[in-house]
C-alpha cells in the first residue's frame, strides 16, 4: 500500500511536462482546422484525425498526473477545482471531437459543427492554463507583470497596491497585525499560506509562522542573520533560493528592512510599532506606509534629489520601440529606470544614445546584455544613479575601475561576470555604495568589503535543505 502512495506521487510528478503536450498537439489541430476553413484546396482533415488522437490520449495521461499530483495537498481548494474540471472538460471535448472526425454518417448534424468544438477546445485549454498558472505563481501572476502605463490605462490595481493597507498613523499601528503581517500575506502567502504550504512552512498565523517548515524554525528572536526566512529574502536577484522566487511579486528591499527590524526587535506580536526601537531609516520607511505603498522605494531612495527635467517623448517613444523599457518611478515624476529585459542586444552605442537623459536616470537594469567595460564610463557619469544591474555581462575589473566615479550609486550587481577582487577593491571609491553583489564570479570564494561602508555578498551561504526545494511545480 505504501509502494502504491509512493508511486503515485512520483507519477504526479510528471504532471506539469505532460500537460504541455495536449496543449501543442490540440492547438494544431484547431490550427489545421482554421486554414482548411480559408482554403478549401487543401484537405488538412487526416492530419487533424491525427492531431486529435495525440492530443487526447496526452489529455488523458495529464489530467490523471494531475490528479494523482493534486492528492499531494498544498493547493488552494477552489482555484485547484476550477483547474480540475476544465482540464476534465478539455479531455472530454478532444475525445469527443476526435469521435466526429471519425464519424462517418451518424451524428451528422454534430459533424458539421466540428470546427465550433475545436474552438471549445483551444478556449478550455486556455481557461484551465490560466487557473494553473494562478495555482502554480499565485493570484495576479499574468495581471501584475502588466506595463505600470497599461494598469494604469484599464483602472487595474496591482496585487501589491490591493493586499497592504495604506495606515493612517503607523505609529500607532500594531506592529505585526498591521505592518509585517500584511506583507508576508501579500509575497509569500501563495506559497506558504492556510491552504498551500510548501517545505511545510506556513505563515497565515502566529503559531504557523513560529513553528517553521520541514526543516525546522525559520525566525530566530533577535537575530535576523540566523533566521532562514529573512536570509532568503536577501539572496541576490536571480539566485534560485531567493524568496519570493521568480515570476512572482518581488518584495522591496524596504519591506525586507521592515521584517529584518522587527526580528530584531524581539518578534513582537503584540507591541505598537511606537513601543518598538526605531532607527531614523526605519522612522521614514514606516512613514511611507501612510502614503500609496508605490511610493516607498522613491521616499526613501531619491527623497533627496531635484526635481527631474522633462523627459523628451520622441527619443521615449524610439527607445521602447527598440525594446528598451523607460519607466517612471512613480506617477508624475521624470525620474526614470532603465530596463534591458526585453533587449539583451544593448550595446555601449545605445548607452551612449541614452545619456541625453543623464539627469533623470536613477536606475539601470542590464543584465544579460553586450555591453562592455568601455559603457561604465558613461554610466558612471550619470548624476543621480542609484542602483546598477551588470549581471551576466562581459563587464571585467577594467570597467570597474570606470566606474569608481559614480557619485551616488549605493548598489551594485556583478552576479556572473569577470570581475575579481581587484576589481572590486575599485569600488571603495564610491563612498555612497553600501551593497555589492559578486557571487559567481572570477574573484575568491569569499572577499572582504572595500571599505567600512559596504557589503559585499558572495553567495556563499549555507541554508538548511528543503524538500520542496527539488520539487517542481
Same mark, same amino acid.
Given at each position: 500500500?505504501?509502494?502504491?502512495?509512493?508511486?503515485?506521487?512520483?507519477?504526479?510528478? %510528471?504532471?506539469?511536462?505532460?500537460?504541455?503536450?495536449?496543449?501543442?498537439?490540440?492547438?494544431?489541430?484547431?490550427?489545421?482546422?482554421? %486554414?482548411?476553413?480559408?482554403?478549401?484546396?487543401?484537405?488538412?482533415?487526416?492530419?487533424?484525425?491525427?492531431?486529435?488522437?495525440?492530443?487526447?490520449?496526452?489529455?488523458?495521461? *495529464?489530467?490523471?498526473?494531475?490528479?494523482?499530483?493534486?492528492?499531494?495537498?498544498?493547493?488552494?481548494?477552489?482555484?485547484?477545482?476550477?483547474?480540475?474540471?476544465?482540464?476534465?472538460?478539455?479531455?472530454? %471535448?478532444?475525445?469527443?471531437?476526435?469521435?466526429? /472526425?471519425?464519424?462517418?454518417?451518424?451524428?451528422?448534424?454534430?459533424?458539421?459543427? +466540428?470546427?465550433?468544438?475545436?474552438?471549445? @477546445?483551444?478556449?478550455?485549454?486556455?481557461?484551465?492554463?490560466? /487557473?494553473?498558472?494562478?495555482?502554480?505563481?499565485?493570484?495576479?501572476?499574468?495581471? =501584475?507583470?502588466?506595463?505600470?502605463?497599461?494598469?494604469?490605462?484599464?483602472?487595474?490595481?496591482?496585487?501589491?497596491?490591493?493586499?497592504?493597507?495604506?495606515?493612517?498613523?503607523?505609529?500607532?499601528?500594531?506592529?505585526?497585525?498591521?505592518?509585517?503581517? !500584511?506583507?508576508?500575506?501579500?509575497?509569500?502567502?501563495?506559497?506558504?499560506? $492556510?491552504?498551500?504550504?510548501?517545505?511545510?512552512?506556513?505563515?497565515?498565523?502566529?503559531?504557523?509562522?513560529?513553528?517553521?517548515? &520541514?526543516?525546522?524554525?525559520?525566525?530566530?528572536?533577535?537575530?535576523? $542573520?540566523?533566521?532562514?526566512? /529573512?536570509?532568503?529574502?536577501?539572496?541576490?536577484?536571480?539566485?534560485? =533560493?531567493?524568496? !519570493?522566487?521568480?515570476?512572482?511579486?518581488?518584495?522591496?528591499?524596504?519591506?525586507?528592512?521592515?521584517?529584518?527590524?522587527?526580528?530584531?526587535?524581539?518578534?513582537?506580536?503584540?507591541?505598537?510599532?511606537?513601543?518598538?526601537?526605531?532607527?531614523?531609516?526605519? #522612522?521614514?520607511?514606516?512613514?511611507?506606509?501612510?502614503?500609496?505603498?508605490?511610493?516607498?522605494?522613491?521616499?526613501?531612495?531619491?527623497? &533627496?534629489?531635484?526635481?527631474?527635467? !522633462?523627459?523628451?517623448? =520622441?527619443?521615449?517613444?524610439?527607445?521602447?520601440?527598440?525594446?528598451?523599457?523607460?519607466?517612471? @518611478?512613480?506617477?508624475?515624476?521624470?525620474?526614470?529606470?532603465?530596463?534591458?529585459?526585453?533587449?539583451?542586444?544593448?550595446?555601449?552605442?545605445?548607452?551612449?544614445?541614452?545619456?541625453?537623459?543623464?539627469?533623470?536616470?536613477?536606475?539601470?537594469?542590464?543584465?544579460?546584455?553586450?555591453?562592455?567595460?568601455?559603457?561604465?564610463?558613461?554610466?558612471?557619469?550619470?548624476?543621480?544613479?542609484?542602483?546598477?544591474?551588470?549581471?551576466?555581462?562581459?563587464?571585467?575589473?577594467?570597467?570597474?575601475?570606470?566606474?569608481?566615479? *559614480?557619485?551616488?550609486?549605493?548598489?551594485?550587481?556583478?552576479?556572473?561576470?569577470?570581475?575579481?577582487?581587484?576589481?572590486?577593491?575599485?569600488? #571603495?571609491?564610491?563612498?555612497?555604495? +553600501?551593497?555589492?553583489?559578486?557571487?559567481?564570479?572570477?574573484?575568491? !570564494?569569499?572577499?572582504?568589503?572595500?571599505?567600512?561602508?559596504?557589503?559585499?555578498?558572495?553567495?556563499?551561504?549555507?541554508?538548511?535543505?528543503?524538500?520542496?526545494?527539488?520539487?517542481?511545480?
Amino acid at each position: 500500500m505504501i509502494f502504491l502512495e509512493e508511486l503515485a506521487s512520483f507519477l504526479g510528478r %510528471f504532471h506539469p511536462i505532460l500537460v504541455h503536450l495536449p496543449i501543442g498537439m490540440l492547438v494544431v489541430a484547431f490550427a489545421m482546422a482554421l %486554414f482548411g476553413k480559408m482554403n478549401k484546396k487543401v484537405d488538412y482533415t487526416s492530419g487533424i484525425r491525427f492531431s486529435l488522437l495525440l492530443g487526447s490520449l496526452a489529455a488523458v495521461v *495529464a489530467a490523471l498526473t494531475g490528479y494523482l499530483l493534486s492528492r499531494n495537498g498544498g493547493y488552494e481548494d477552489e482555484v485547484l477545482s476550477f483547474h480540475k474540471w476544465f482540464g476534465i472538460a478539455v479531455t472530454f %471535448f478532444s475525445l469527443f471531437t476526435y469521435w466526429l /472526425y471519425q464519424t462517418e454518417g451518424k451524428a451528422h448534424k454534430l459533424r458539421s459543427q +466540428k470546427f465550433l468544438f475545436l474552438l471549445i @477546445i483551444v478556449l478550455l485549454l486556455g481557461v484551465t492554463g490560466h /487557473y494553473g498558472d494562478t495555482l502554480t505563481h499565485g493570484k495576479g501572476y499574468i495581471k =501584475d507583470a502588466l506595463p505600470s502605463t497599461v494598469k494604469a490605462f484599464v483602472g487595474i490595481k496591482s496585487h501589491q497596491e490591493q493586499d497592504i493597507p495604506i495606515l493612517e498613523n503607523v505609529q500607532q499601528a500594531k506592529v505585526y497585525q498591521e505592518v509585517i503581517h !500584511p506583507i508576508l500575506r501579500a509575497r509569500c502567502e501563495s506559497c506558504h499560506g $492556510e491552504k498551500k504550504n510548501e517545505g511545510g512552512f506556513s505563515l497565515h498565523n502566529q503559531e504557523r509562522l513560529l513553528k517553521g517548515g &520541514d526543516s525546522g524554525a525559520v525566525l530566530t528572536k533577535g537575530n535576523k $542573520e540566523n533566521s532562514e526566512l /529573512y536570509t532568503r529574502l536577501i539572496l541576490p536577484e536571480g539566485h534560485e =533560493d531567493r524568496m !519570493p522566487p521568480k515570476g512572482r511579486t518581488p518584495i522591496t528591499p524596504n519591506q525586507i528592512k521592515l521584517i529584518a527590524w522587527w526580528i530584531d526587535s524581539g518578534l513582537d506580536f503584540d507591541k505598537n510599532v511606537n513601543e518598538l526601537k526605531q532607527s531614523d531609516e526605519i #522612522a521614514l520607511i514606516l512613514k511611507t506606509l501612510e502614503s500609496k505603498q508605490e511610493s516607498n522605494e522613491v521616499e526613501v531612495l531619491y527623497a &533627496d534629489l531635484p526635481e527631474a527635467p !522633462p523627459l523628451p517623448e =520622441d527619443k521615449i517613444n524610439a527607445w521602447q520601440t527598440k525594446g528598451i523599457k523607460i519607466i517612471p @518611478i512613480s506617477a508624475g515624476n521624470n525620474y526614470v529606470v532603465i530596463n534591458a529585459i526585453n533587449y539583451p542586444q544593448m550595446s555601449d552605442r545605445d548607452i551612449e544614445d541614452l545619456v541625453q537623459i543623464k539627469d533623470n536616470i536613477v536606475q539601470m537594469k542590464l543584465g544579460g546584455t553586450k555591453i562592455t567595460d568601455n559603457s561604465l564610463l558613461k554610466i558612471a557619469a550619470l548624476p543621480h544613479l542609484v542602483r546598477l544591474h551588470l549581471e551576466h555581462t562581459s563587464i571585467s575589473d577594467k570597467g570597474l575601475d570606470n566606474l569608481k566615479s *559614480a557619485k551616488r550609486l549605493e548598489y551594485v550587481n556583478l552576479v556572473g561576470t569577470k570581475v575579481t577582487e581587484v576589481g572590486i577593491g575599485y569600488l #571603495a571609491d564610491i563612498k555612497s555604495l +553600501k551593497n555589492i553583489y559578486a557571487f559567481q564570479t572570477q574573484g575568491k !570564494p569569499i572577499l572582504d568589503a572595500p571599505d567600512g561602508n559596504s557589503k559585499v555578498d558572495t553567495g556563499n551561504y549555507s541554508l538548511p535543505f528543503l524538500e520542496s526545494d527539488t520539487i517542481k511545480y
